[in-house]
C-alpha cells in the first residue's frame, strides 16, 4: 500500500486572540491517497477551512504532525504541490479570464508561450476556453468559480484543496458545477479535499466524507463511499446515496450533542 499523499496525526491548533485561546482543531487524525475525493462538513467553525489552511501552510498547527507527500507544508508550498480554490472566485477585474489564470504562471516565471498553453488547456478542461479574453464582470457567478479552479490547475498541482467554492450559488447552477467538477476529477485524478455544508453535495462528490463537530474541531466520522465512480445527478435518489447521507447526518448529530 502506497504512503497517503497528506496525513494528518493527532492534529492540534489553537488561535491566540485578545479574548483567550480559540480551540479550533483537536486530535484530528486523517490519511487522504492518491486520487481520493475527500469532502470535510461540519457546522459553522468546526474546523473544517482550518484543517485545508493547514495542508496549505497558511496556518501552522501548534500540536501533532502533518505531511503532504512525505514534506511539511511550507515545503509543499514551495514545492507547489497543491492549487487552492477558495470560496470567492477572487479574479482581477482589470484582467481577462486568460491573463487571470496565468497570474500563477507569471508568478512563478514560467514563459510567456508556456503560459498561453497552459492557459488554453485549463480553460478546455473547464469548458471555458472561448472566454479567454472576456472580463469577469462579463461571465455569470459559476463560470467565474470555473475560471478560478482553472487558475488553480494551472501548474498542474497533484492536489487540489477547494474551501466550499459552490456555496454562493443557486441550487440549479451549483448541481451542474458538481456534475463538471466530478468529470474533471475523473480526467485529471487530482487528490481533492473539499470543504462544503452540503450533504447532498458531500454525497455525491466523495471517495471519502469527513464529518467533524463543532469546536474544538474534532472528525466523528469518517465514511469510505460505496457509490461507483460514474454518478448521474438522480444517483441522489437511490437507496445507496441516501443510506450515505443518512450516516453524515447522524454524525453531524452527534457530534452537535457531544460538543
Same mark, same amino acid.
Given at each position: 500500500m502506497p504512503d497517503p499523499v497528506i496525513s494528518a496525526h493527532s492534529l492540534d491548533l489553537t488561535f491566540q486572540t485578545g479574548d483567550g485561546p480559540v480551540h479550533a482543531l483537536s486530535d484530528v487524525s486523517l490519511d487522504v491517497n492518491e486520487g481520493e475525493f475527500? *469532502?470535510?462538513?461540519?457546522? *459553522?467553525?468546526?474546523?473544517?477551512?482550518?484543517?485545508?489552511?493547514?495542508?496549505?501552510?497558511?496556518?501552522?498547527?501548534?500540536?501533532?504532525?502533518?505531511? !503532504?507527500?512525505?514534506?511539511?507544508? +511550507? #515545503?509543499? @508550498?514551495?514545492?507547489?504541490a497543491y492549487g487552492y480554490v477558495f470560496q470567492a472566485a477572487g479574479l482581477y477585474p482589470w484582467r481577462t479570464i486568460g491573463r487571470n489564470v496565468t497570474l500563477p504562471l507569471e508568478i512563478m516565471g514560467y514563459s510567456k508561450a508556456d503560459r498561453a498553453q497552459r492557459m488554453q488547456d485549463v480553460l478546455a478542461l473547464v469548458e471555458l476556453d472561448q472566454f479567454a479574453n472576456k472580463y469577469p464582470w462579463q461571465l455569470s457567478g459559476g463560470m467565474q468559480q470555473r475560471a478560478s479552479i482553472a487558475r488553480a490547475l494551472a501548474f498542474d498541482a497533484p492536489i487540489l484543496l477547494m474551501d466550499?467554492?459552490?456555496?454562493?450559488? +443557486? #441550487?440549479? &447552477?451549483? +448541481? @451542474?458545477?458538481?456534475e463538471e467538477l466530478l468529470a474533471?476529477? %475523473?480526467?485529471?485524478? %487530482?487528490?481533492?479535499?473539499?470543504?462544503?455544508? *452540503? !450533504?447532498?453535495?458531500?454525497?455525491?462528490? *466523495?471517495? %471519502? $466524507?469527513? &464529518?467533524?463537530?463543532?469546536?474544538?474541531? @474534532? $472528525?466523528? +466520522? $469518517?465514511?469510505?463511499?460505496?457509490?461507483? @465512480?460514474?454518478?448521474?445527478?438522480?444517483?441522489?435518489?437511490?437507496? #445507496?446515496?441516501?443510506?450515505v447521507a443518512h450516516r453524515v447526518r447522524e454524525g453531524l448529530r452527534d457530534g452537535m450533542e457531544a460538543a
Amino acid at each position: 500500500m502506497p504512503d497517503p499523499v497528506i496525513s494528518a496525526h493527532s492534529l492540534d491548533l489553537t488561535f491566540q486572540t485578545g479574548d483567550g485561546p480559540v480551540h479550533a482543531l483537536s486530535d484530528v487524525s486523517l490519511d487522504v491517497n492518491e486520487g481520493e475525493f475527500v *469532502s470535510f462538513i461540519g457546522p *459553522s467553525g468546526c474546523g473544517k477551512t482550518t484543517f485545508l489552511r493547514c495542508v496549505a501552510a497558511l496556518e501552522t498547527p501548534t500540536g501533532g504532525t502533518l505531511s !503532504i507527500n512525505g514534506m511539511t507544508p +511550507d #515545503e509543499a @508550498r514551495r514545492a507547489r504541490a497543491y492549487g487552492y480554490v477558495f470560496q470567492a472566485a477572487g479574479l482581477y477585474p482589470w484582467r481577462t479570464i486568460g491573463r487571470n489564470v496565468t497570474l500563477p504562471l507569471e508568478i512563478m516565471g514560467y514563459s510567456k508561450a508556456d503560459r498561453a498553453q497552459r492557459m488554453q488547456d485549463v480553460l478546455a478542461l473547464v469548458e471555458l476556453d472561448q472566454f479567454a479574453n472576456k472580463y469577469p464582470w462579463q461571465l455569470s457567478g459559476g463560470m467565474q468559480q470555473r475560471a478560478s479552479i482553472a487558475r488553480a490547475l494551472a501548474f498542474d498541482a497533484p492536489i487540489l484543496l477547494m474551501d466550499e467554492p459552490f456555496g454562493a450559488l +443557486d #441550487e440549479i &447552477v451549483r +448541481d @451542474r458545477l458538481n456534475e463538471e467538477l466530478l468529470a474533471l476529477w %475523473k480526467r485529471t485524478n %487530482k487528490t481533492t479535499l473539499f470543504v462544503t455544508h *452540503s !450533504i447532498p453535495e458531500a454525497v455525491f462528490l *466523495s471517495t %471519502k $466524507i469527513v &464529518v467533524m463537530s463543532p469546536r474544538p474541531g @474534532r $472528525i466523528t +466520522d $469518517i465514511i469510505d463511499s460505496p457509490l461507483p @465512480r460514474d454518478r448521474p445527478l438522480d444517483i441522489r435518489d437511490t437507496p #445507496e446515496f441516501l443510506a450515505v447521507a443518512h450516516r453524515v447526518r447522524e454524525g453531524l448529530r452527534d457530534g452537535m450533542e457531544a460538543a
